[in-house]
C-alpha cells in the first residue's frame, strides 16, 4: 500500500507513522507536511529512509496534492492547525488549512477514487455539561455519532466545517471516507504549547505551569499510542461513510492533572499559577467509542493515566534538545494574550 500521511510532521501524525512503519512492513508512506511552527523534521528522525518520505508542502495545494494523491492508495488526513489559543487571536490559519486544505483532499481522492480518513476531534460536538452531585443527566451525558455539531472555537468551527465536508463529498460524490473523532491525546512528541507538556516543561525550566479560569473543566484523556493504533484499525477495517469516536474513558479536570504532573514530579501541589479563563472554554468532553469496540475490536492499551503521564514526564525529561528552542517563544507568545 502507498499511504499518504498529511501533517505526518506533526505530534499525533509522527506517532502514526512510527506506528505504521512498525506494524506494517508494506506500507511506503509519503508524508506532506508544511513543517509550520507545530511540524518538525526530527519528529520522523531514525525511520527508515526506504519506507518514508517527507514532501514539504501544503495540504491547500492543490497541484501538489493532484499529484500526491494520484500516486497514492489510502489518505490519511491529519494536517490541521490544531490549537485552540491560536485560532482565538488568529483563525486565518484555521481557515485556509483545515477547511479548505481539506476540500483540496477530497477533490483528489475523488478525481482518482482514494481511500479517505479524516482525523477529527470530539471538539466538533461543543460541550458537555460538568458532572454534579444533583443533575443524573449530566452524568450520563457523552457525544455520540449522532451529537449535534455545536463547535466552539474557530478550531473547533474550522475541523466541523471539513468534518461536514467529507460527509458531503461521501453522500454526494461516493467518495471511499470515513471520519474519527477523537477526545485529547497525550504522550511523545506534543507540541509544548499544549497543556499537558507546558506543565511539564514549565516546571523542568523552573516556571509554574499554568491553570486557566477555575480548572473544573474535564477532558477526556487517551494515549496518542492507543488514538493511532485505532487510526490505522479505521482505515483498514472502517465501513465507508462511517463516523468512529475514539476515546478511552478519562476524564480528568484540568485542576487534578495539573495535581497529579506536580506530585509525580515532586512540587507543592499549590505551586502553580491560575489566569483568566479562555474565552468560550469548553466544560466537559466524554464520548460514546462503543462503535469503535464492539465493530472493530479496539481496546486502549495504555489504561492507566498515571502510569501514561509518569512515562510522558520522563519522555520531556530525556528529550530536552527536542522542545527547549522553542519553549520561551511559546511562553512569551501566551504572555502576550
Ligand atoms: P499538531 O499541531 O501537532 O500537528 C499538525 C501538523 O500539521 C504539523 O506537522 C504541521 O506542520 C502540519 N500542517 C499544518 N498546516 C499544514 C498545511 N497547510 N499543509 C500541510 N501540513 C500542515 O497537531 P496534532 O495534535 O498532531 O493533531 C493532528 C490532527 O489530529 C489534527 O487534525 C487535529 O485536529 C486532530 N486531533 C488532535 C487531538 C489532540 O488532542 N491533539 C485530538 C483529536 C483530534
Ligand atoms: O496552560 C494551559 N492551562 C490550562 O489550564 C493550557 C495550554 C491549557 N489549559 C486548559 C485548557 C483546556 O481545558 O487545559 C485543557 C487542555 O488544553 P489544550 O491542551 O489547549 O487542549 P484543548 O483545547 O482541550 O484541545 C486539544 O484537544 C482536542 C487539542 O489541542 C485539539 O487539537 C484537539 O482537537
Known amino acids: 500500500m502507498r499511504l499518504l500521511v498529511t501533517g505526518g510532521a506533526g505530534f499525533i501524525g509522527s506517532n502514526f507513522v512510527r506506528y505504521v512503519v512498525q506494524h506494517a512492513p508494506d506500507v511506503q508512506i509519503t508524508v506532506l507536511d508544511k513543517l509550520t511552527y507545530a511540524g518538525n523534521r526530527a519528529n520522523l528522525a531514525g525511520l527508515p529512509a526506504d519506507r518514508v518520505r517527507l514532501v514539504v508542502g501544503d495540504v491547500a495545494d492543490a497541484a501538489l496534492v493532484d499529484r500526491l494523491v494520484r500516486a497514492s492508495d489510502a489518505v490519511m488526513h491529519l494536517a490541521a492547525e490544531s490549537h485552540n489559543d491560536r485560532s482565538l487571536v488568529d483563525p486565518q490559519p484555521f481557515i485556509d488549512t483545515n477547511i479548505v486544505g481539506t476540500y483540496t483532499l477530497l ?111 474535564v477532558r477526556d484523556w487517551i494515549h496518542v499510542a492507543d488514538h493511532v493504533a485505532a487510526l490505522w484499525l479505521i482505515l483498514q477495517r ?69 502510569q501514561g503521564l509518569a512515562a510522558t514526564i520522563d519522555w520531556y525529561r530525556t528529550h530536552t534538545s527536542w522542545w527547549q528552542a522553542g519553549k520561551a517563544a511559546v511562553e512569551a507568545a501566551y504572555g502576550q494574550h
Open 238 to 306: 472502517g465501513e465507508v461513510g462511517q463516523t468512529y469516536l475514539v476515546g478511552a474513558h478519562c476524564e480528568r479536570s484540568n485542576r487534578s492533572v495539573l495535581a497529579a504532573i506536580l506530585r509525580a514530579m515532586g512540587r507543592p501541589a499549590d505551586d502553580f499559577v491560575t489566569v483568566k479563563d479562555r474565552p468560550g472554554h469548553d466544560r466537559r468532553y466524554a464520548l460514546d467509542n462503543s462503535a469503535l469496540v464492539r465493530d472493530l475490536g479496539w481496546q486502549p492499551q495504555h489504561r492507566n493515566f498515571d
Open 107 to 217: 477533490e483528489a481522492v475523488r478525481r482518482y477514487d482514494v481511500r479517505f480518513h479524516q482525523v477529527s476531534t470530539d471538539e466538533v460536538y461543543g460541550d458537555l455539561p460538568l458532572r454534579t452531585d444533583t443533575d443524573q443527566s449530566a452524568h450520563d451525558a457523552v457525544f455520540t455519532a449522532q451529537s449535534r455539531y455545536q463547535p466552539s472555537s474557530p478550531y473547533s468551527a474550522s475541523k466541523a466545517a471539513a468534518d461536514l465536508l467529507v460527509r458531503a463529498w461521501v453522500h454526494s460524490f461516493g467518495i471511499r471516507a470515513t471520519i474519527s473523532n477523537c477526545s485529547n491525546n497525550y504522550g511523545p512528541y506534543q507540541h509544548v504549547e499544549k497543556f499537558i507538556p507546558r506543565a511539564i516543561t514549565n516546571i523542568l525550566t523552573g516556571r509554574r505551569p499554568v491553570l486557566y479560569g477555575d480548572g473544573r473543566n
